[in-house]
């Protein structure tokens, strides 16, 4: 009985998907989107205002691991490659991946929108993470 109790419980639990790859990204020092990759949630949207400056960090986490050989690529919507970012190996803490503002923005006077997609020596395929858009201006009545 207690073979077969071991069993189904095995089965069960094989069954389910623990952990699985997420990341954070923060806008100066501010958490502004946390996001599980294999969540059926679509991609996040950040929208940066035309002023906007400092830096843009992304820690991604690949079932609680860092990864190795960690790139970043901006593309366009047609997924051309813009600019890559290419990241040291964490050998003991998690290092963030930083961009500077200043760059999306330069890149978003020419594009309506821009992706900023992770890849690694263990995630192959490009992973999403998410798109940037200008921050439209909303006029106001006084």
């Known amino acids: ?6 069993l189904v419980l095995g089965i069960m639990l094989m ?18 989107i946390e996001h599980y990759v294999h969540s059926k949630k679509e991609t996040p949207t950040l929208q940066l205002s035309s ?9 991604y986490s690949e079932c609680g691991k860092i990864g190795n050989s960690r790139t970043i690529l901006l593309k366009d919507n047609q997924q051309n490659t813009l600019k890559t970012w290419k990241y040291a ?29 992770y890849q690694s020596r263990e995630v192959k395929k490009e992973t999403l993470l998410v798109t940037i858009t200008a921050k439209k201006n909303v006029l106001t009545k006084n």
């Open 89 to 117: 190996d964490a050998l003991v803490d998690h290092k963030p991946m930083e961009i500077s503002v200043s760059e999306l923005q330069t890149h978003l006077r020419k594009e309506k929108a821009l992706n900023l997609v």
């Open 1 to 6: 009985m207690k073979l077969i109790f071991g």
């Open 15 to 32: 069954a389910f998907t623990f952990g699985g790859d997420s990341f954070t990204i923060h806008l100066n020092n501010k958490q502004v």
């Open 51 to 59: 002023d906007e400056k400092g830096s843009l960090t992304v820690f």
